[in-house]
C-alpha cells in the first residue's frame, strides 16, 4: 500500500468548525459513487489539485503520463494559485474537456486517480482532497456540504438507505485530510 509512504508527514486542512449539515445530511451507502447514475456530475467542474496532490501525481509521473496519454502539464489550466487553505498551501485547476475533468474514465464511470488508489498503484494522496471529500467541502476553515450538490450523487438518491451521516461516511477520509484546531 503506497499510501502508508505518505500519511504520517503530509500536512492537513486546518478545521475549526464542521456545519451541522455535514452531520444531518446522509452518507454514502456501501456502493458509493460507483452506486449511483449520477453519471459523475460532480466531473463535469473539474477539481482543484491541491499542491500536496500534484506533488504526489509528479512521483509518479511516468505511470499516470502513460494512463492519461499526456503530459501532466496538458492536464491543467492556468497558474498555480497559493491559498493556505488548501495542503501544500495552494492549487492548481484541473482542464475540462469534453464537458469532464481530464481525469476523468474516458472509457465509463469514475476517475482516474481514484481507479489506480483503489488497485494500490499510486497512493490516495494522489487524488485531490477536494475529490477525495466530496460532497463535502471546506471554507474559512469550516466543512460543509458542497453547495454543488448533484441530485442523482449517492448521498441523495431514494435508493440509499444507509442510516450513517456524511461524517460518518467520510470519516476515515475527514481523519486522513483534516485537522480539527481550536
Same mark, same amino acid.
Given at each position: 500500500?503506497?499510501?502508508?509512504?505518505?500519511?504520517?508527514?503530509?500536512?492537513?486542512?486546518?478545521?475549526?468548525?464542521?456545519?451541522?449539515? @455535514?452531520? %444531518?445530511?446522509?452518507?454514502?451507502?456501501?456502493?458509493?459513487?460507483?452506486?449511483?447514475?449520477?453519471?459523475?456530475?460532480?466531473?463535469?467542474?473539474?477539481?482543484?489539485?491541491?499542491?500536496?496532490? %500534484?506533488?504526489?501525481?509528479?512521483?509518479?509521473?511516468?505511470?499516470?503520463?502513460?494512463?492519461?496519454?499526456?503530459?501532466?502539464?496538458?492536464?491543467?489550466?492556468?497558474?498555480?494559485?497559493?491559498?493556505?487553505?488548501?495542503?501544500?498551501?495552494?492549487?492548481?485547476?484541473?482542464? @475540462?474537456?469534453?464537458?469532464?475533468?481530464?481525469?476523468?474514465?474516458?472509457?465509463?464511470?469514475?476517475?482516474? =486517480?481514484?481507479?489506480?488508489?483503489?488497485?494500490? @498503484?499510486?497512493?490516495?494522496?494522489?487524488?485531490?482532497?477536494?475529490? %477525495? =471529500?466530496?460532497?463535502? $467541502?471546506?471554507?474559512?476553515?469550516?466543512? $460543509?456540504?458542497?453547495?454543488?450538490?448533484?441530485?442523482?450523487?449517492?448521498?441523495?438518491?431514494?435508493?440509499?438507505?444507509?442510516?450513517?451521516?456524511?461524517?460518518?461516511?467520510?470519516?476515515?477520509?475527514?481523519?486522513?485530510? @483534516?485537522?480539527?484546531?481550536?
Amino acid at each position: 500500500n503506497h499510501s502508508s509512504k505518505h500519511d504520517m508527514s503530509l500536512p492537513k486542512l486546518p478545521i475549526t468548525s464542521i456545519d451541522e449539515q @455535514v452531520h %444531518r445530511t446522509k452518507g454514502f451507502d456501501e456502493s458509493g459513487c460507483y452506486g449511483c447514475s449520477c453519471s459523475d456530475a460532480c466531473c463535469t467542474y473539474g477539481c482543484d489539485v491541491d499542491h500536496t496532490a %500534484r506533488h504526489t501525481m509528479i512521483e509518479y509521473r511516468p505511470l499516470l503520463e502513460k494512463v492519461l496519454g499526456r503530459t501532466l502539464e496538458s492536464c491543467f489550466e492556468g497558474q498555480p494559485i497559493l491559498d493556505q487553505d488548501y495542503p501544500g498551501g495552494g492549487y492548481e485547476r484541473s482542464k @475540462v474537456e469534453d464537458e469532464m475533468c481530464v481525469f476523468h474514465e474516458p472509457s465509463g464511470k469514475g476517475c482516474i =486517480l481514484y481507479r489506480l488508489s483503489s488497485q494500490q @498503484v499510486i497512493p490516495a494522496e494522489t487524488i485531490p482532497a477536494i475529490c %477525495r =471529500l466530496y460532497p463535502i $467541502t471546506w471554507s474559512n476553515g469550516c466543512l $460543509t456540504v458542497s453547495p454543488h450538490q448533484e441530485p442523482t450523487c449517492n448521498v441523495y438518491c431514494k435508493s440509499n438507505t444507509t442510516t450513517r451521516s456524511l461524517y460518518e461516511s467520510q470519516e476515515t477520509i475527514i481523519h486522513d485530510l @483534516v485537522q480539527i484546531e481550536g
